[in-house]
């Protein structure tokens, strides 16, 4: 045995009861339940103590209008859908209508198939209704989801934010414990690198949008950081930065960040030996649209060869997300110092 649909309750408002009468008789026969208001009145009081699928509504009434009728309904929150009944020449009221917040509309006559044409315009109304009413709760609870998931990322971010910060502050207590050496400075160049990735954490969950991240205030933060890093080992006096507003996505602010961590390392490492002393200058330039340049520069005493020496595990580091950037670095002998370049991709405006 299988559950039969619910009757659609239809509210007819119309001042002509004998016209009511024959629609009454006609619908329910269709399977509709009528209720009958006799004006626009007993009609909006009937809607608002009671609950109707559909409304048919008469233009002419006294009183309040149909028109009149119709501009209340639709104020109501969430009202049945409206189907407008109109005498066969008030095409321009039936116009009027619809552009007043009714459904749809059909022309008042005696004909043998105006309730036929009158009980599917009604189907219609209500299907019409049900899916513009179904599209708006899908539309609600998508926007739900994706601010839960949006909230969820904030908050993931935020804890890998924290947990690379404890990282990095295990590190440096484990490097303090160490005397100078290669171990020491190894585990000094591994706190760098996370810290230039929990970084790029910690600006996505402080900001309102997690797919990006803003290049410029990203790195003048890193800078300031690895420069209060740096000066403990004195060779770096002072860092500079400059850098247009330049959006990157995160997983390329990361690679970045970690690239300008590496080269800052290379400066104090192999620019200024022994007592020697000096500034870095960093700055990002646009050179045409698509690509831009991250240049650091020193004063120092220059390379001999194409790459710094060391155990060449940074060199390493760098080119490989260099290449996950369609980018390359390059070294450069200048008159005073090192130039090092970074190309790579990223939308910004020439200079």
Request: glycine fraction near 8%; charge should be negative; hydrophobic fraction near 40%.
């Amino acid at each position: 045995m299988t559950d039969r649909a619910p009757q659609p309750r239809l509210l007819y408002i119309d001042d002509d009861d004998g016209f009511a009468r024959l629609l009454s008789r006609a619908l329910t026969r269709m399977g509709f339940v009528v209720t009958h208001a006799p004006d626009g009145a007993s009609g909006l009081a009937r809607l608002e103590a009671g609950t109707f699928d559909v409304i048919a509504l008469d233009h002419y009434m006294p009183g309040l209008s149909g028109e009149q009728t119709l501009e209340k309904i639709v104020a109501m929150p969430a009202p049945p859908p409206v189907v407008y009944v109109t005498a066969s020449d008030e095409t321009q009221v039936a116009v009027s209508a619809l552009k007043s917040g009714a459904a749809d509309y059909v022309i008042k006559d005696m004909g043998a198939g105006f309730f036929d044409l009158l009980a599917e315009i009604l189907r219609q109304a209500m299907e019409g209704d049900r899916l513009r009413r179904a599209e708006q709760a899908a539309q609600i609870e998508v926007a739900a989801a994706r601010e839960r998931a949006e909230v969820l990322l904030i908050e993931v971010n935020h804890r890998v934010a924290n947990s690379l910060t404890l990282v990095v502050s295990m590190a440096h207590l484990q490097a303090a414990a160490l005397p100078p050496g290669e171990a020491k400075q190894a585990i000094e160049d591994f706190a760098n690198r996370v810290y230039a990735i929990a970084q790029v954490h910690k600006r996505l969950y402080t900001s309102q949008d997690i797919r990006a991240v803003q290049l410029d205030t990203y790195l003048a933060e890193l800078v300031r950081d690895l420069h209060r890093s740096v000066t403990s080992q004195k060779a770096i006096t002072r860092i500079t930065f400059d850098c247009p507003p330049l959006s990157v996505s995160t997983d390329r602010a990361i690679s970045i960040g970690v690239i300008l961590s590496e080269l800052i390392t290379n400066v104090t490492k192999y620019a200024y030996p022994g007592e020697r002393r000096g500034e870095v200058r960093v700055r990002i330039l646009c050179d045409d649209s698509g690509v831009a340049r991250l240049e650091v520069d020193d004063d120092g005493v220059g390379i001999s060869g194409d790459t710094p020496t060391g155990t060449g595990l940074g060199t390493q580091v760098m080119d490989a997300l260099a290449h996950g950037l369609s980018g390359r670095i390059e070294l450069s002998r200048r008159d005073r110092g090192t130039r090092a370049t970074l190309h790579f991709e990223a939308n910004c405006v020439p200079d």
